[in-house]
């Protein structure tokens, strides 16, 4: 089991859709995926072109539940393990502080997951408790981020979160890596943005930076991985390339 957490510091990045996609192109290479949503949103579902959810999800679980009972599968045979509804804002409080203490780790663990299965977290942007959660199960983080002039605040925000919870066993700490999503070549400023982060982050800035590209909406709009629906986009084009990047991280 390799975990990758997706995470931001910020909304508006397209952390969930990029969760998503990623998912569905994993699982087209016969890769065994699950998708965990720690995010009250519970948008995930939607993005993975399921109108019809469990309605039980992981903060909804009785004590004698496992996370078996909080699972579904896509049209891409993609596994989620939703949020929940957690009506109840203290009793969610209560049970994400459970999954804490416990770890996500563990509980993933008794779902007994394939071989070499990639399980993807998208959780509730920093600082958050779901947050935390993601961050000490993960293997790899993948911290997402805009062509903004704000992305420098959200990048020093994920360093200090890092740090604060890794610096006493750096040994331990899973890799942290910047990826661009919604990118407007267009755009002069996000240029001269991507040139400043490339240059300050070096390798920890992926070079597979996802495009702007309208197919990405309308492919959520048709229930269709981006794949699907505009194969030869720009949009596609740039999740391949990350999804081979991601396929060759738990080798190292």
């Not at 909804?60 to 109840?88: I, K, P």
């Not at 300050?200 to 070079?207: A, D, E, T």
Request: glycine share 6%; net charge negative.
């Amino acid at each position: 089991m390799f975990v990758v957490a997706i995470v931001s510091a910020s909304g508006g990045t397209g952390k969930t859709s990029l969760t998503a996609n990623l998912a569905s192109l994993l699982t087209r290479r016969e890769q065994p995926v699950l998708a965990v949503e720690l995010d009250p949103s519970n948008r995930l579902g939607l993005y993975l072109g399921l109108t019809v959810r469990n309605p039980t999800g992981i903060v909804d679980l009785s004590a004698d539940q496992t996370w078996h009972h909080a699972a579904q599968r896509n049209a891409d045979h993609v596994n989620l393990l939703h949020f929940g509804h957690g009506v109840n804002t203290h009793r969610t409080h209560e049970k994400l502080s459970v999954i804490e203490s416990r770890g996500v780790r563990d509980f993933l663990l008794d779902l007994s997951p394939p071989s070499g299965c990639i399980v993807l977290i998208d959780t509730q942007r920093a600082p958050s408790l779901c947050f935390d959660c993601a961050l000490a199960a993960a293997d790899l983080i993948l911290h997402v981020i805009t062509a903004q002039p704000g992305c420098f605040e959200d990048i020093a925000v994920m360093h200090a979160h890092y740090e604060r919870r890794f610096s006493a066993e750096p040994e331990h700490a899973p890799g942290l890596f910047h990826v661009l999503n919604k990118v407007n070549s267009a755009k002069l400023l996000s240029d001269d943005i991507i040139g400043i982060l490339r240059v300050r982050l070096k390798s920890k800035m992926l070079r597979y930076a996802i495009h702007q590209d309208e197919a990405i909406p309308e492919a959520m709009a048709s229930n269709q991985c981006v794949a699907d629906y505009a194969p030869h986009s720009q949009a596609s084009h740039d999740l391949q390339g990350l999804a081979d990047w991601l396929l060759a991280q738990p080798a190292h």
